[in-house]
């Protein structure tokens, strides 16, 4: 950028267009195409302060009653001066198109993503007032009653819970505190993983700041700091807790290179025994009940991290969890440091010598680690979903189509962010992984700072997916200055198409022509089928595979066999047919019936060449 005239480094301050970027002396790669199927759709568009609410910060989530149901950070109305968020419900009617927007209660600065409970509601965390204490403005969970419309305040201990909660089983929510690891010299709340119980009483499942480790000035954490994001395993019965570590951290002195050898944070994994334990001991466990899965260094893995209301996602998919850090700055420093894109990462939950990491997203250079083009996306925000597809689908809330060039070190990426897949390996190893991105959002017209997705119901061979916008969505033009602060964000959706049934070997028969009465041979085999009838010459249920299932041949002349299967996915039915050619069997006939089929007995005509036969023989033999 030093040889750049001043004139035109004052232009590249500003944001500029990808393609300006070369003019302007930086490298620059072909843009990642879109997909024009996964354009996505605006359900609505936020008024702002008293006039709807507005800034999205989690994506809306479907309830049982086919409403989506969200919160904002901006409230609907003002109260005593200042910006409340804002639970809502969006009634969705698909004959009309009308998306009604209906404010539920005033939440202050809820940014948890919502979590179902059995029961219908939802469950998340927020700042607001007290039942019990009037007085303290702090962070309580609230659940969202669906029945009623409204919104309820529960009691809590004056924690501040962030990034994603869990649920188990029987009801118990998963929480964390704390953000930053010195707070455990100055907090007995700080750096926990809670459990609000099933009854809505409150548990200590870990307090992580009993493995801190002093060393001189230094405060190191073996096992983390505070809880993230938290994912439940019923296949597992074990709780995997992503924590952030801000402190000193872990310290490895053969990466001094990356962030002074010190940690980010670590994923664990606690098992259903060692969390009753724990429960057991208000938060005391043994090191060794809390099992290590990995250890985060900044540069080399990305910051699992709940900053500034973004939040990192992890998900299960099988026998593999998959997330998303947000900045992988390789130098010192806490600071979010948005020039820095985060990763996405991979585990198989029983070897965790199998991290990896799935993508690097744009990293101090125009290009992602991995040579993505320029337009790769930045900062991965939000929730991820496992969709019915297969792949997991995600978003950043942020992208290098449009650069911040300032006069001096990295380009900082103000694109409105981007939908992005990963498509699921079948390799043991996941190594055939691979990241798309899907789209790109236009600040204006779509919104940006997209939060993260939740799934929909799936209908029709398509799965519908939420989202939210935190900012944009009224015309606004992407720069670096309107990113953050312009526009009042959006709620969206995109269809994700679905494998339809398909036969991979169509219904045939082991012969084409048979008597009528005698047994057939029918075989098939189709995918992505949830039930197969069978009609025509044949009829009733059938599997969605079949080998040699025998049948009987009913009726001279043509013999028609359908089989009709059903998408797994709702999609539209597939039709295999064969054909039999049935032929006609001559019933044996009584006495002396020239037409009488074999077994009947012999005609005389039939009878005298044998004859004549016989007495020649003889002759022979009587001459001899």
Known sequence: MNSIPPALRRVARRAVPALALAAL?????????????????????????????????VPPMLGGDGRLHGHTLIGGTAAAGSFWGQAAQYDLNAVTGDYRHQLLSGIASATTPLVPTPQG?????????????????????????????????LQSPKIQPFGSMALDGAGNLYMGSGESASACNKSTTANTLWRMNADQSYSKVVDFCQYQEVQGSKRLHPKGGAPVASVWSSKDQALYVLTG???????????????????????????????????AQNGTLDAGQVELLHTFMRARDGEPTAKGARIVGMIEAGDWLYGTTQFNAPSAGSDMDL????????????????????????????????????????????????????????????????????????????????????????????????????????????????AGLSLGAVAGGVQK?????????????????????????TVFSFDVPLPLATFNAALSSSVATAAVGSTIHL???????????????WSGAQQTSGSKLPVVLAKAGENTYSLTCRSANDGQPVTSTVTVQGTAVTQPGTGGDSDSGGGGPLSAWLLAPLAALVWTRRRRASSH
């Open 25 to 57: 002396g930086l490298p620059l790669t072909p843009a990642t195409a879109q997909t024009a199927a996964f354009k996505p759709t605006v359900l609505h568009k936020f008024g702002g302060q008293d006039k709807g609410g507005g800034k999205p910060m």
């Open 121 to 153: 509601g939802f469950l998340v965390a927020g700042k607001g007032i007290d039942p019990v204490d009037p007085g303290y403005w702090g962070t309580v969970p609230v659940v969202f009653n669906m029945a009623s419309g409204s919104a309820a305040w």
């Open 245 to 279: 570590v801000s402190a000193d951290g872990v310290v490895d002195s053969a990466l001094t290179t990356d962030n002074q050898g010190r940690s980010m944070g670590t994923l664990v994994k606690i098992s259903q025994a060692a969390i009753n334990t724990g429960v």
């Open 339 to 450: 020039r820095y894109g985060g990763t996405i990462w991979r585990v198989k939950k029983s070897d965790p010598s199998s991290f990896a990491v799935v993508h690097y997203f744009r990293g101090a250079t125009t290009a992602s680690l991995d040579g993505t083009a320029q337009a790769d996306g930045s900062a991965p925000t939000g929730p991820l979903v496992l969709a019915a597809d297969g792949n997991i689908y995600g978003t950043t809330a942020r992208d290098g189509s449009t650069m911040s060039v300032p006069k001096t070190g990295p380009a900082t990426p103000v694109g409105a962010g981007t939908l992005f897949r990963i498509k699921l390996g079948s390799a043991a190893d996941r190594a055939d992984d691979r990241y798309e991105v899907l789209h790109r959002f236009d600040l204006g017209t779509e919104g940006g700072m997209p």
């Open 465 to 489: 997916i939420y989202g939210a916008a935190a900012s944009g969505g009224d015309g606004q033009v992407v720069s670096s200055a309107v990113l953050d602060s312009s526009g009042n964000g």
């Open 523 to 537: 075989s098939w085999a189709t995918s992505q089928a949830s039930s197969c009838t069978a009609s025509g010459s």
